[in-house]
Nanobody, 125 residues
Framework: QVHLVESGGGLVQPGGSLRLSCAAS????????MGWFRQTPSGSRRELVA????????NYADTAKGRFTISRDNSKKAVYLQMDSLTPEDTATYYC??????????????????WGQGTQVTVSS
């Protein structure tokens, strides 16, 4: 069985930083893509923050570019999100994604997606 557990959320002042961590368990789980999505209090769905493929390719939301940095440790099945210059608009529940898949020319074929339970990030003075 696959589990993803996030940590590192909390309350931070505007302009501050947080580092989110996510570790996946499951002996047979071999995620190709790992990343982060978020859902704001008024949002109806989860939105992309950043993802990283098994080949190191990254994909950032425009709102994250230049402020957030995604990284991963494949040996630990872990993914991290360094968030700097946080604003109140970043307040959301952040969810970790781990998705199986296999690379093909120009992309990858996605497999099963697994999600963590979410960690709350609140940016407020």
């Amino acid at each position: 069985q696959v589990h993803l557990v996030e940590s590192g959320g909390g309350l931070v002042q505007p302009g501050g930083s947080l580092r989110l961590s996510c570790a996946a368990s499951g002996d047979s789980f071999d995620p190709y893509v790992m990343g982060w999505f978020r859902q704001t209090p008024s949002g109806s769905r989860r939105e992309l923050v950043a993802t990283m493929g098994g080949d190191g390719t990254t994909n950032y939301a425009d709102t994250a570019k230049g402020r957030f940095t995604i990284s991963r440790d494949n040996s630990k099945k872990a993914v991290y999100l360094q968030m700097d210059s946080l604003t109140p608009e970043d307040t959301a529940t952040y969810y970790c994604l781990g998705q199986t898949g296999r690379p093909v020319d120009g992309g990858y074929i996605p497999g099963t997606a697994y999600w963590g339970q979410g960690t709350q990030v609140t940016v407020s003075s």
